[in-house]
């Protein structure tokens, strides 16, 4: 399990965020806030509240979407990542690699819940199944 979050915390980085859909406004640059791996069966196994642990949004990282991709920095000290997105009716839509695929990452999509943005990735690492969540918030 621990593997599987350290991975699940590197990919989260890879994949923050979004480009634009349908009625929903994906536009712009968002701030990560709080990163939750969940179990198929609905439990929290892990959660780190990024806004907590930052003393400003620079330090937080973001994700900024344009043009159908998504410009991820997981905090201020990482590289920017890459990452196409297309839509699929009210989400976004990563269109994964084979070097994620390797990795067991089977499904990654962005949509709203209330006024946060959600990435939300399914994986299969060493046997384990489950999601990883990020939550993003318009800059203060």
């Known amino acids: 399990m621990k593997r599987f979050m350290v991975l699940a915390v590197v990919v989260s980085a890879v994949f923050g965020m979004v480009c634009s859909a349908g009625a929903a406004d994906f ?5 990560n806030t709080k990163l939750s791996i969940v179990e198929l069966d609905g439990s929290v196994s892990e959660e780190m509240d990024f806004d907590r642990l930052a003393d400003s949004d620079d330090e937080l990282g973001y ?3 344009r043009d159908g991709k998504a410009f991820v920095q997981f905090t201020g000290d990482d590289e920017i990542m890459e990452f196409t997105v297309r839509e699929s009716g009210d989400k976004l839509v990563v269109e994964l690699t084979e070097d994620l695929k390797e990795e067991g990452v089977t499904a990654i999509e962005f ?3 209330n006024d946060r943005l959600v ?3 399914a994986a299969t690492i060493e046997g384990e199944n489950g999601f990883i969540m990020n939550y993003y ?3 203060k």
């Not at 536009?27 to 701030?31: A, D, Y």
Request: net charge positive; charged share 30%.
């Open 63 to 65: 994700a900024e979407f």
């Open 137 to 139: 918030r318009r800059p």
């Open 119 to 121: 990435f939300s990735m």
């Open 111 to 113: 949509y709203f819940e």
């Open 27 to 31: 536009s712009g640059k968002w701030t």
